[in-house]
């Protein structure tokens, strides 16, 4: 399984946001997109799940043209994201927001559901039990019958990812998972997403969190207006000179990268964390 972007373009009206970019993402392992505010990151995750369309190029999910199809048709090829922004049903309960993963494709979908209800209960219990599986991995058991809307901020982000999980995708998107989180919970997220990785899923994390990515990413793609600027290990990322001209426009290292993404916290009003 491969995921791969081919001369990818994307253009707002006259704004490029995506200037040729080609890339493939082995499964097993986990893929870094970093780069300056506005290099095109989030556009990358929001084409490969389909919220924005492609102007030109492709995206291919093991000989699957992903740009092809609808946003629906894509998350049921085994693409699952989650938002910069915490997008949760606010009113439902962190169970209830996973087990909604299931509908339709899982629920009702036969006659025999329909006809026999100790068949469809059976289902209901499996379905139940492996949302509650996936709240447990995320610390969050305690939690299933609390409305979203009312857990804490890092408990949100983490139902969020839980949710994107439940359904075992194979294409796992994280646009920004740790903004907004403290340094506990930067670093319980940053275990988290280590354990989720598996021979068979492709996670891409769109992150500033410098430690995040460095510690976690086995393969990180640097972005720079809207191109691919550098792709390679962390350790060769940070010896790149292109890429610390690109974020500070002089050649430092890359505690200058981590102080930059930090201002941007601090305009976000987001967080800033202070390195121990
Ligand atoms: N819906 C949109 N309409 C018009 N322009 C957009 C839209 N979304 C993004 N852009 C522009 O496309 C460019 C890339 O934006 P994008 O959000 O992908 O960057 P980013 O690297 O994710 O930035 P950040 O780190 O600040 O989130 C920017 O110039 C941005 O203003």
């Given at each position: 399984m491969t995921?791969?972007?081919?001369?990818?373009?994307?253009?707002?009206?006259?704004?490029?946001?995506?200037?040729?970019?080609?890339?493939?993402?082995?499964?097993?392992?986990?893929?870094?997109?970093?780069?300056?505010?506005?290099?095109?990151k989030s556009t990358l995750i929001n084409m490969t799940a389909g919220s924005?369309?492609?102007?030109?190029?492709?995206?291919?999910?093991?000989?699957?043209r992903l740009d092809r199809l609808k946003k629906y048709q894509i998350a049921n090829s085994g693409v699952a994201r989650t938002y910069q922004n915490i997008r949760l049903f606010d009113q439902m309960t962190a169970l209830e927001n996973l087990e909604v993963c299931f509908y339709p494709t899982d629920v009702g979908g036969t006659w025999k559901?329909?006809?026999w209800p100790p068949y469809a209960s059976s289902r209901r219990d499996r379905r139940r039990e492996k949302c509650m599986?996936?709240?447990?991995?995320?610390?969050?058991?305690?939690?299933?019958?609390?409305?979203a809307g009312s857990l804490p901020y890092g408990r949100?982000?983490?139902?969020?990812i839980a949710r994107a999980l439940v359904c075992n995708p194979r294409v796992l998107l994280l646009d920004e998972p740790a903004a907004g989180l403290n340094h506990h919970e930067t670093a319980e997220l940053t275990a988290r997403l280590a354990a989720q990785r598996?021979?068979?899923?492709?996670?891409?994390?769109?992150?500033?969190?410098?430690?995040?990515?460095?510690?976690?990413?086995?393969?990180?793609i640097v972005m720079h207006h809207g191109?691919?600027?550098?792709?390679?290990?962390?350790?060769?990322?940070?010896?790149?000179?292109?890429?610390?001209l690109a974020y500070l426009g002089?050649?430092?290292?890359?505690?200058?990268?981590?102080a930059a993404a930090q201002d941007r916290r601090a305009q976000l009003g987001i967080r800033t964390r202070r390195r121990s």
């Open positions: 995921l791969a972007f081919d001369r990818l373009r994307k253009e707002y009206g006259q704004v490029v946001a995506i200037d040729d970019v080609t890339a493939s993402f082995a499964p097993g392992l986990i893929h870094g997109v970093i780069g300056p505010n506005g290099a095109g924005y369309t492609v102007s030109s190029g492709s995206i291919v999910l093991d000989g699957k559901e329909v006809l599986e996936i709240l447990r991995f995320f610390d969050l058991q305690g939690h299933a019958d609390a409305e949100q982000r983490m139902l969020e598996s021979p068979d899923r492709i996670t891409i994390i769109v992150e500033h969190d410098m430690d995040l990515v460095m510690a976690l990413c086995d393969n990180i191109k691919l600027l550098f792709q390679g290990t962390p350790a060769e990322v940070q010896a790149s000179t292109d890429v610390q002089t050649a430092n290292d890359i505690d200058d990268i981590r």
